[in-house]
């Protein structure tokens, strides 16, 4: 038996600190209250997330571009105010990789507070690349949050699969095809796989090992925005037959196209559990 391993970003097909501290403004108006204001950010979409993980992979807040199925490419920014007021509004704004400033970002929110005087807040957000968020609170209180940032994976997806065995061998292809932000296109699709598989005969191993056979076509562009590679798997056989699973991953160089996860994410090493949830 055989799947094409489904990812949720290339392959990974691919938040920061995203617990912020209460944080007091430097400078505010001399007739204004300071408030204390919580953030975080969270991806409570993101598949196969457990209560423990708190909405983040990797401990960081991470949507895939794009993916609309399940809201997946929805993140959540939310905290709490504290203030007696009762006109005072959350405002979020956001800094783009590559911006230089923040920016307004969707319709500031009317703060209630409930009678111990906290006001929750909470805002939906859909990133194109890596992005920086804060919060700003307005009116009789001000209030300036800690940032947090929401990280993007690539957006992918598979066609075409094949597959031709022989008594001692079975050979697995299949387009993958890769949806990404333009600006990212160049440095995401010049990257290296990393493929990996897990046989068993019949019963399936813990681990996906890196695969010294298997290969990846060269890049081809589909649009500004998209690219498609074939991968191909070559499996052993005993006694004509085997179970597999397969996935693929290529490294995240967050810090230079703001796609992917900061850091690394296992993405290369030799062997990698099935359960993983990222890779990258």
């Known amino acids: 038996m055989s799947r094409i391993w489904r990812w949720i970003t290339p392959v990974a097909v691919a938040g920061g600190l995203v617990a912020g501290a209460p944080a007091i403004p430097a400078a505010t108006a001399s007739t204004a209250a300071t408030s204390i204001i919580t953030i975080n950010a969270t991806s409570p979409n993101y598949p196969g997330l457990t209560a423990k993980d708190h909405g983040k992979v990797d401990g960081h807040a991470l949507v895939v571009y794009k993916a609309t ?30 911006a230089k400033s ?31 968020y804060k919060v700003q609170v307005a009116g009789t209180d001000t209030a300036v949050s800690s940032v947090v940032t929401v990280y993007v994976s690539a957006n992918g997806h598979t066609a075409g699969a094949k597959r031709r065995c022989s008594s ?22 010049g990257k290296h796989w990393y493929q990996y598989q897990a046989v068993g ?5 813990k681990d996906y090992t890196l695969s010294k056979t ?21 499996i052993p056989l005993r006694q004509g037959s085997a179970a597999w699973v397969v996935n693929a991953c290529v490294k995240d160089t967050e810090s230079g196209d703001g796609l992917g996860l900061p850091g690394h994410h296992s993405c290369g090493a030799k062997h990698v559990r099935r359960t993983v949830r990222y890779l990258g």
């Open 201 to 205: 005969y019949p019963r399936l191993p």
């Open 69 to 98: 199925k399940g809201s997946v490419n929805t993140a959540k920014i939310s905290g709490t105010v504290m203030t007696t007021a009762t006109n005072d509004t959350a405002k979020l704004v956001a800094k783009e990789f590559g």
């Open 168 to 189: 001692t061998k079975c050979t697995f292809s299949f387009r993958l095809y890769t949806e990404l932000p333009a600006s990212a296109y160049h440095r995401e699709s």
């Open 102 to 132: 923040f920016t307004t970002a969707g319709t500031p929110v009317t703060l209630t507070p409930n009678a111990a005087g906290v006001a929750s807040y909470s805002f939906n957000v859909k990133p194109s690349l890596a992005t920086q």
């Open 214 to 234: 298997a290969k990846a076509s060269k890049a081809k562009k589909v649009k500004s925005g998209e690219f498609v590679q074939t991968l191909t798997y070559f």
